[in-house]
Structure formats: structure tokens, C-alpha cells
């Protein structure tokens, strides 16, 4: 559903969006063109060109015609091995202007732990990461974790949820348009300044310098896609729709309109 309030795409801080509305789209990754998340965000590309931050679909995660609306895509994760991997965001710092990350979210069930988005860097080190565990959607920063209170949060509905920090390293957390408060004391993040790769849909932690540790499968008329089989941790087992990233804190007036315009009810 297009969101009336804002033209979301012209906003120059938004430098993600994922709509998964592009099954069949394919990007260079590795000198080879595999199959991927088209990246809307911006001004529109020419066929014949490729955006920064397209995603690269790793062990085939299913791009659904029936998502969130009727008629509208979503991606589902199996909570085994299957992600979605981001090259090289650089420009994702938010240490300098702070970053929003928005999404929708449906489990399958909520009975392990699972990452919907991480770095490829690690757990202590990462720049940040947002978890369900134990009730509460958890984020670390840096080696410094942020969580919320036990939620009653119930598999196969939809949920919008963002995660937003400042420059300073103000954390705060939104569930359906509405801040939660943290589960003990609220520390400030401390921010990391490095070049890593993003990952949706669990934790891959099978690194090497060039990237995640990756190989390549090809299949009928020699099409090919990425694959990797080690260093997978809490995979998210679900389906994601609408996938932003800011490269500034949202306010909460922004976030509840946005989840008011999408809610699928």
C-alpha cells in the first residue's frame, strides 16, 4: 500500500527499501548476476542499471506473491538457512547521523531465539543487531545490549516494528507505533564506525575479508544462485514485508503515521 503521507522514496536519508515487489530480479554480486532484493529507494534506475544496496538472496529465501495485503509480496525466511545479505554499507554510520530501521514482522512461532537483522561482523562487535529472546526484542550495539519488557507477542500476525538511535547513541524501540520502555537501565549505545555487511533473516557468522564465506550453485540453463552452509546462527523463522533503513532517528510522530498507513486491518 503506497503511504499518501510522505513520498517516502524522495526522502534523502532513506537508503533502503525493500518492498519485494521485484520476484525475478537479479544483481551482480561476485562478478556473477544472482537473484536479489531490488532496492526502491531513491530515484528510479533505468533497466539496465543496478542500485546501491540491492540484497542478495542467500539459500533461496521465497519471495511471496501474498504478503501483508492481498496482492502484495513479502519474503519468508525457513529459520534454518535462509537470508538475505546487503555488501558493503559503508554509508550506514551511525555514529555521525544516527540511523531508523523499519519493518513488518510475522513468526512462524516464537519459541527460539531469532535475529530479523544483524551484521556479518559478529555478536560483541556489531555495529547492531535486533533479537527476539525470552519474551523481548533485544539490540546490541557495540557490545552494549538494549532490550524490552516481556511482550506477548503472538505468531502469525503482523507486527511493525522499528528500532531507531541517535548520534549520541539514544536507543529506543517502537512497536506498532508506540515506544517501548526498556527492561532495566537505559545505557547509551556505543556507536561502531566500520564497513561490514548487513544481514536480514538471522546471523551469519562464517566471515572472511572479502565478505561472507559464500559459494556459488548453478541449476537449470546454467542460472545460478548464492549459497552458504556454515556459520548460520538464530535464523528468523517468518516473513518480513517492507524493509527501510533511515540514515537519521525517526521521530514518534513519523513512526505512528507510518504504522497507521500500513496496518493490515
Known amino acids: 500500500m ?12 532513506l537508503i533502503i527499501n525493500y518492498d519485494f515487489e521485484n520476484s525475478g530480479y537479479r544483481t551482480s554480486y561476485k562478478g556473477l548476476f544472482v537473484p536479489s532484493l531490488c ?53 550506514l554510520n551511525p555514529s555521525e547521523n544516527g540511523i531508523s530501521i523499519i519493518t513488518w514482522i510475522r513468526f512462524n512461532h516464537v519459541d527460539k531465539v531469532q535475529c530479523i537483522y544483524g551484521c556479518a561482523r559478529g555478536l560483541i562487535d556489531s555495529k547492531f543487531n535486533l ?14 545490549e538494549f532490550s524490552t519488557p516481556s511482550l506477548k507477542i503472538h505468531p502469525a500476525r503482523w507486527y511493525h516494528l522499528v528500532l531507531t538511535a541517535d548520534s549520541g547513541g539514544q536507543v529506543s524501540f517502537f512497536l506498532n507505533g508506540k515506544q517501548l520502555p526498556f527492561n532495566g537501565r537505559n545505557d547509551r549505545a556505543r556507536l561502531i564506525k566500520d564497513q561490514y555487511e548487513l544481514i536480514i533473516g538471522g546471523l551469519c557468522l562464517n566471515n572472511t575479508a572479502d565478505g561472507i564465506n559464500t559459494h556459488t550453485v548453478f541449476g537449470e540453463q546454467r542460472r545460478c544462485r548464492i549459497a552458504a552452509a556454515f556459520g548460520l546462527r538464530d535464523m528468523f523463522d517468518g516473513e ?16 505512528k503515521r507510518h504504522y497507521k498507513t500500513g496496518r493490515p486491518h
Open 2 to 13: 503506497a503511504l499518501k503521507y510522505l513520498p517516502l522514496n524522495q526522502d534523502p536519508d
Open 39 to 91: 532496492n526502491i529507494a531513491g530515484a528510479p534506475v533505468k533497466d539496465s542499471e543496478y542500485r546501491d544496496f540491492d540484497g542478495v538472496l542467500v539459500n533461496s529465501p521465497r519471495l511471496l506473491k501474498q504478503g501483508r495485503w492481498p496482492g502484495k509480496g513479502a519474503i519468508r525466511f525457513d529459520g534454518i538457512r535462509t537470508f538475505a545479505v546487503v555488501p558493503g554499507c559503508t554509508t
Open 131 to 144: 533479537f527476539w529472546r525470552k519474551k523481548s526484542f533485544r539490540s546490541s550495539w557495540g557490545g552494549h
Open 240 to 255: 518480513i514485508d517492507e524493509f527501510l533503513i533511515f540514515k537519521r532517528p525517526l521521530s514518534q510522530e513519523f513512526i
